[in-house]
């Protein structure tokens, strides 16, 4: 039977360090993203960093979903 995402997100958090790696950058890009918006005006530069750590965590959760489309694979039952 597969695994729910779910619970493989959490077994592979937990015995994965590539897929622990990408998701702990994944939260430092959402806390940076956080610090960013607590400033009540965001200057040019701010606002090409807010771009640049967006881009970052999209290819940060793509990776880990690919990470995950790879277990499931592997999990599936043959046909």
């Known amino acids: 039977?597969?695994?729910t995402d779910?619970?493989?997100?959490?077994?592979?958090?937990t015995n994965n360090e590539e897929f622990r790696s990408?998701?702990?950058?994944?939260q430092d890009c959402e806390h940076q993203?956080?610090?960013?918006?607590?400033?009540?005006?965001l200057s040019e530069k701010d606002e090409l960093e807010e771009k640049q750590i967006k881009?970052?965590?999209l290819f940060l959760k793509d990776q880990m979903a690919a990470i995950l489309r790879?277990?499931?694979t592997e999990?599936?039952?043959a046909s």
């Open 1 to 3: 039977m597969a695994k």
């Open 6 to 13: 779910e619970s493989l997100r959490e077994e592979l958090l």
């Open 22 to 26: 990408l998701h702990e950058k994944h």
């Open 33 to 41: 993203l956080i610090e960013l918006h607590q400033k009540s005006l």
């Open 55 to 57: 881009r970052q965590k």
């Open 70 to 72: 790879q277990h499931n």
């Open 75 to 77: 999990e599936a039952p």
